[in-house]
């Protein structure tokens, strides 16, 4: 860890001069950010070098620098040498090549340019007249991105007959999506049953496989679900973990007969502990039995679905309400990057809308432009769509193909080395570029002891700084999970972390 050699905050003893306070004097600006280029530029060429997990305690942060804030100023290189010596070195490097642990969090240079455009803009485009172009350019982007996952015209803002019915957003995260959704789904819901106000809420009913991620559990309870009304639907490995739809229907009929009201099904393709993929057309041909909201949550393996190959995987969403994806997580757009559509905007904006007297506009007015504040939980949003848009218009669509079509194979080729060793399983099918593995229990060794070497095992990869791998628990069995997709990762990294890996686990069998 480094440190300053004198005290970071002996810059404040003294004002540094007396001259009128400019944040946006131009001449800073360009200097502030060529250094901040610079840094860019140098920590992605030494990132693969640096020890993926830090090696910190909790609070060394405001040990290394100060607790108070400065009175005075301090020269840029000050802000940028205590970064380097104090911050870089407490981080968690997602970037790193030999990030292995999480679904990735992609960059590229277009994205990272995009968004220091936009930062630099510093729009706040609630309505359209607010920042005509950022609204406009969020709509492009989402309606080109649909066109490359060949969505339906039904989720698209623009057709080529003019303006859709259906719409999209660009949202923080996949939370958010479900809750704005769930928000509008329980609206809809109420209305069909009849019910007075929100009196009809603990009647509503609400379905999603267990494997589902865990933030559509708490974004039910934020949409004011009775927690007692949110089934977790069991899978297993005859399904490969995707949700069934018969035991689907069956839970959703015992709800009605039960006097409940069916509200919203919430289908995965490309589940975090295993990447299961649910059947999306089969859950959404039982949803429609009940008149229930279909979300697909598609936020890591949404955008494989732009290859050819893997867009089977979305067969049927032409019969869902609503569809997620994040570019942030594997199509090279830093976060934050949720893509939203909805087949019919107007549900959502119903539920959603404001309409303060401050707000008011003739563009608004005239039904033409799409608000988008109300498609979301906030007013205010930032410029999210430049970011996107300059990553689909620098690289194409072969080059964003030939980028998940090279993870998936340097994934296959791990699975591959994988299967090859007779002291490891594949636990589930590997679907896209994450693969399951454990060391298997064989000979005295019981599913327990394997559970506990399983877990050694990752620790002692993870305590060496040259890997970063997380675990999941499918089926009872503690699990790893190797997860390609860093920007930087090449062949080269995939192998060196299989080295390790046998050489680790070659240490704690022996």
């Known amino acids: 860890m480094g440190s300053l050699g004198t005290n970071p905050m002996s810059f404040s003893a003294i004002p540094d001069d007396k001259a009128a306070f400019e944040p946006l004097n131009p001449e800073d600006v360009r200097a502030y950010l ?40 301090a020269p840029f290189d000050v802000t940028m040498k205590e970064l380097r010596t104090s911050v870089v070195p407490g981080m968690t490097h997602w970037a790193s090549p030999n990030f292995f642990a999480f679904f990735p969090s992609t960059n590229s240079a277009a994205a990272i340019a995009g968004d220091l455009i936009a930062s630099a803009m510093n729009t706040v485009g609630f309505t359209w007249q607010a920042s005509p172009a950022a609204t406009e350019m969020e709509v492009l982007a989402l309606d080109w991105l649909a066109q490359l996952l060949r969505l339906p015209t039904t989720f698209m803002n623009r057709t080529s007959t003019g303006r859709g019915t259906g719409g999209g957003v660009i949202l923080g995260t996949t939370s958010e999506a479900m809750l704005v959704t769930l928000v509008a789904a329980r609206d809809a819901a109420l209305r069909r ?126 019969r869902v309400d609503s569809i997620s994806m994040s570019p942030h997580k594997w199509l090279l757009t830093c976060l934050d990057c949720t893509c939203l559509y909805v087949r019919d905007a107007h549900r959502l904006s119903d539920s959603l809308e404001t309409n303060p007297e401050y707000l008011k506009n003739d563009a608004t007015e005239s039904g033409e432009v799409t608000d988008l504040k109300d498609m979301q939980v906030g007013v205010g949003r930032r410029f999210r769509g430049l970011k996107l848009w300059m990553v689909m218009r620098t690289y194409g669509t072969a080059k964003l193909q030939e980028h998940i079509r090279s993870d998936v194979a340097m994934a296959k080729m791990f699975e591959d080395f994988v299967r090859a060793d007779d002291r490891f399983e594949v636990v589930v099918p590997r679907n896209f570029a994450l693969v399951c ?74």
């Not at 499918?474 to 790893?480: A, E, Q, R, T």
């Open 34 to 73: 060529h250094k901040a280029v610079d840094f860019i530029s140098d920590y992605y060429t030494n990132i693969e070098s640096m020890p993926v997990l830090p090696n910190v305690k909790p609070g060394y942060l405001q040990d290394e620098l100060s607790a108070s804030p400065p009175t005075y100023s």
């Open 193 to 318: 049953s009849g019910s007075v106000g929100v009196s009809g809420i603990p009647r509503l009913a609400v379905y999603a496989a267990d494997q589902t991620h865990s933030t559509f559990f708490k974004a039910c309870r934020l949409a004011g679900f009775d927690p007692a009304n949110i089934r977790s639907i069991p899978t297993g490995p005859e399904t490969n973990y995707g949700l069934d739809p018969t035991k689907l229907l069956e839970v959703m009929q015992a709800d009605a007969d039960a006097g409940l009201v069916p509200t919203y099904v919430c289908t995965t393709v490309g589940t975090t502990s295993s990447n299961a993929v649910d059947p999306v057309g089969d859950v959404a041909d039982v949803a429609a039995m009940f008149s229930a909201w279909v979300h697909v949550d598609a936020a890591y393996a949404g955008s494989a679905c732009i290859c050819p190959e893997f867009r089977h995987h979305l067969d049927g969403v032409e």
């Open 437 to 510: 593995f454990r060391i298997k229990a064989s000979g005295a060794m019981t599913e327990k002891d394997a559970d506990e070497a399983n877990r050694v095992l990752m620790e002692n990869l993870n305590k060496t700084g040259k890997a970063y791998l997380a675990h999941t628990v499918v089926g009872d069995k503690f699990v790893l999970r190797f997860v390609v997709g860093s920007s930087l990762q090449e062949e080269r990294h995939v192998r060196s972390a299989w080295d390790l890996i046998k050489k680790t686990t070659g240490s704690i069998m022996d």
